[in-house]
């Protein structure tokens, strides 16, 4: 095997076990609540090793998202992450009585979720997410990614010193 490849090997191996990480993290952290993110994480090969891909809102898990415009149709973000985390919700009931001239448009679960996903949307578009406030958190994937970098320098450095040896080895 060439050295170029054995090193390419070591890459890839330690980005799944970093991917491995990260997922962990994320289901222990209970921040998963759709699965759609963890699904997300994918080792690409590259020419020059590889590189670990993901859905890039996974910034906002560790860092929060800050005051300010928010995305078309947030309130409905919310609401189906609130639905993805089943979220125990009150239900709203109507006052008005159902008649032949006015039927409800949305169930009391769904006022309730309505409601609920329109408070949050404000607070995070007026305040930022909690996350943001307590100034963020490094425990989902910067500490890992660290880590995994050193893995990566000593590894390679281990097989290049070996390779270097074993090609010296050959003149003597």
Do not use: C
Not at 76 to 98: C, G
């Amino acid at each position: 095997m060439e050295i170029l490849d054995l090193l390419k090997d070591i890459v890839i191996d330690e980005l799944g076990q970093l991917k491995d990480k990260i997922s962990a993290n994320l289901t222990a952290k209970v921040i998963n609540a759709s699965g759609r993110l963890e699904a997300s994480l994918e080792i690409q090969q590259t020419d020059d090793g590889g590189e670990l891909l993901g859905n890039p809102y996974i910034y906002y898990t560790e860092h929060g998202r800050g005051p300010g415009k928010v995305p078309f149709q947030f309130t409905d973000t919310v609401k189906q992450w609130a639905i993805d985390k089943h979220l125990n919700i009150t239900p709203i009931e109507y006052v008005r009585r159902e008649s032949e001239k006015w039927k409800p448009k949305y169930t009391p679960q769904e006022r309730g979720y309505n409601a609920f996903a329109g408070a949050v949307a404000y607070k995070i578009r007026t305040e930022g997410t909690k996350t943001y406030r307590d100034g963020g958190r490094t425990d989902i994937y910067t500490d890992d990614v660290e880590t995994a970098i050193e893995k990566i320098k000593d590894r390679v450095e281990l097989e290049l010193n070996e390779f270097i040896i074993n090609d010296l080895n050959k003149f003597l």
